[in-house]
């Protein structure tokens, strides 16, 4: 799966060279990168899941990040230097990401995109501790990895939403709802691991720091790879909530509303999935129930700019797909690498984490038409956050409330202080 | 654990409705998947570790089928022949070669052909998840029944299983086929030698038990995501209800099948958290005391 | 086989194999090759620990990975909590995997084959969903986050990578030696006995229970070798690690390398990696190519690599009559 950007990548010249008898010089590294220094290109290598469960959005990810170096390269690169992508797949295995950040380090890449989500990520956020190779996390949501003082170091950067972000907005947003209809007893279903769990608590926390009197009257906490939801379905229909909170995602979160549809679950109480409002999900869910809350994952219709619809028109004509929260990201990610790059005007890592430490640029997917690489943490703020409800047909979100970031910085730095982080 | 919501809800009629119906129903679906298991391992030794991808291309077959034609029955009809005709397929061409192989060679040949399906699943249909869409007359509001809950999909659900389940008990009690299937199972050297075609027999027991899993697959590609890889789950699960059943009990498997799937709707109310794991015990505690299963007669 | 050929004779193999494989390391010095030994060490150690089971034991466990991912956390729980040495700590975490692997078997090894390999599977699925579950101590899907400190110990700097490669080449050596003195020993006798003849060990006396949970126990140990490598190589833990797949991937490089010779599943974890390599570096479909090359193994070669070799060999040499 070589890409299309530059034909031949390490692995396969490897090959060339040791059946060519130059197996020593093979094996001893990849000599070709020493000639031709004046215009060699800038190589970025990224490790994502192209197989799997989770392909979809790794193949999301690698498709947005071609397309952005296209154009990049096309308007002539950094003074005439294109980027190289060499992309490759983990398949999902955490050390098999560690070992692909390796081996393309070894091979000398300028940069590395990550394109893990949290525990991959992890796994080659510690190779690059070791190698100090500078590196863009573009997939990695765990709010610890930038929010934690022992996981930070000066050559990896977030450029990904964050669970804090996502769980502050959703907080008083949904608060203004409980208020506004008296929504006082609540359960959650969500998938029993990290990700599930971590948002889920932060979610009920900020919802009762808005409206104290919300009461968590049952939680339901469905497995990794759990086919059948009918029996956490029945167990809501029990509870008889007024609303229910799920980070349920992509095909868990389609079988649980097709499940829930068929109980009838959602004229009964209100849904905040914060995860719906996503093509791949919106697309596969055959009759999506009206009124769901949800967050903004990727929607070419929020934040209402005419850069993002147009990145979503090129991106659909281009793969005959739909953007997902990964490709926004990975978009970005070159967005902010190819401004650092002009900047420095070279590849020296250290030069580029430090144009990159504050950078902001203007970006298609910002609240403001701009995101900013915030400098005390190297994470990605002011990106857009909105909630809003379904509709059962195009644009499939409608009424979306932005998240209002100063609120979110506030609360971001009681909650890292009450972890000891700030 | 919450013992207290437990006792709730089984002294709440509408609870009791709700539960019991959804777990008959996903218990039924269960059976199917695991009595094809269990029918191809009392008959042909073998134990199909491939047999979760045969659920995964029932939902497939019945996905592509639905989106062609529209009817429910056609994609029904499509993911159970489809997977029918697959599985005599692959065991002309596979699975005639290891009959009587050790456990080893069993084992890698399935897991050869899971590795291999899971991709040209991918390649066909993209490694997306989908979702199959269902008839509008499924999608009314469900029945309310003593205060309980039934949606009308899961009533459809249990008429057609419980029929699939009575038709496969007539049809290996009562049958001239069922009757040489079983003494195949015992015997099938003598089988051979009273002028049967044990060949035929073997590639029909198996076409059977694939014809199965590729049902199930195809009544709960509605209600669940079709992904690659999405047999291995069904797999564990039918093998729990084989092995607290009894290997190659049909009896056996759906005793057990209905029991995973109330301890699985009861489950969700008095141990969220421990539901797989009530699972696991029942089968710990099968094996310890009767490892042979509740109804198996191969000794262990 | 010659009376000298005994212990020492392995010991002096393994010597020199060690030898080899530290001044290709620290010579040639790449990357790519240092990496590339010290997950040899990981999976040729996993491979041959489960071929002492499948092999000599003829108990074909498909649920091998639990031990595997079960020294890995161990391991990495215990650097993580601080005031371990890294010795201290591989000891403890073998401990741990040993009794894991005691506590399974005695549910597992006194069924017939057929149970054995789904029970082995099944268990190792709920030990992979417990891991995902419990979050505080585990991290759940996100695997031990945060690295795994590896203070210096008689002057060996695990985070180095030279240093872990030849510390992975030497636990595979130390491993090769001790395990072929199991199947060498009255023990390994007894174990293939039980695989081929089990009547005739009966009629021995032997008790089938206590001699394949040994082999249970030993096998699950060094698997938990295999897994503090990789979670030093790593410098993590993750639930793939003791997943169903992992499994498959071992019984795969057994299968490659052959069961019925010592050496070959290590040959077979080689040829693995670098088929995985260069598989995954030009395809998404590794699983069609994989699962093509295991099914014409299977049914056409009907034996791994080096079982095939020896076999040729031994033909060769009746052929000329020697």
Redesign the interface.
Known sequence: ??LKTHPG?P??RG?LMASAGLGAVA???FPMIASGQGRRPIRIGMPTI????V??LG?SSRDAVLMEVDKFNAEGGLDGRPIEMII??S??????A??LA??M??DGVDILFDGEP??GG??VH??V??TGTLTLHINTE?S?MSA?P??RFWNAFRVARQGIHDSVAGGVYAAEIVKARNLRRWMTISP????G??TTAEFVEYLRYFTPDVQVV????P??????Y??????L??GRPQAVYSCLW???L??FV??A????LF?QSQYFAVNMADY?TLK????LPRGVHSGNRYLSSYPPQPANAAFARDYNRRFNNYPTNWAWQAATAVHLTTAALKKVGGTDPRQLAAALKGLTIDSPFGADGKVTMRAEDQTLVGYAIGWGTTIPTEPYVEGIQTANWSQIFQLEQEWKKGKGWA | MDLG?LVS?VGSLS?LV??VS??L??GLLLFLVASGLTLIFGVLGLVNFAHGTLYMLGAYFALSAYAATGSFLVSTLAGTLGVATFGLLIERTLFRRIYGADVLMQLLVCYALILIMD?VV?IIW??????M??PDT??R??FIIGGG?V????LVLFGVTLAVALLLALCMGRTRFGRTVRAAAVNSTMVASLGVNTNMVFAAVFAIGAALAGLAGAL?A????V????G???LIESFIVTVIGGMGSIGGALVAALLIGLT??F???GF??F??GLMFLMMAVVLLLKPSGLAGKHPA | MSRFSGWRGDVLVALIAFSLVAALSLG?G????I?FII?LGIFGLLALSLNLLIGTAGLVSFGHAAFFGSGAYAFGLLMQSGGWSVPAAVLAALTGSALLALVIGVLCVRLSEIYFAFLTLAFQMLIH?MV??W?SLT?????L???IPKPPFLGVEL?RPAHLALFSAFCLALSAVLLRQVIRSPFGVALRMLRDNPQRAAFLGLSVFRYRLGAFVIAGTFAGLAGVL?AL????A????LYWTTSGEALFMIMLGGIGTFLGPILGAAVFLFLS??I????????LFFGAILLLLVLGLRKGMLDWAVDAWRARGKGRGV
């Open positions: 799966m070589m990548g692995s396969r090959i094996v001893t590294g192209l197989s799997g469960r392909a979809q193949i490759r797949d398949r999902g295995v955490p050390a098999e560690a070992r390796r081996e380090i070894s949290s525990s992890f796994a510690e190779v501790r070791e765990t610890a934690d022992r996981q029993d691991y990290a990700y769990r971590d049952g939680e339901t906490w497995k990794l790879f759990q086919p059948d009918t029996e956490n379905v029945t167990r229909a029990q992509a095909g868990d389609v079988a097709e499940q549809a068929l109980y009838g004229s791949t596969q869910i055959k009759q | 919501e809800c609870c709700t539960q959804a777990g129903t996903i991709d991918k993209g490694g997306d998840f989908l979702k869409d269902m499924f999608r509001p469900p809950i949606p009308l999909f899961y709960s509605p209600i669940r995501s992904v690659p890889g999405a291995v789950s069904i699985r709707s489950g969700s109310i969220p958290l539901t797989e | 040639v790449s990357h790519a090759l990496d997950r969903s995902i579950s979050v991290g759940g899907d996100q695997g986050m945060g690295g985070a990789m190589y790593v410098s993590g993750f639930p793939t690690f390599d260069r995954s570096g030009f395809t998404e479909h590794h699983g």
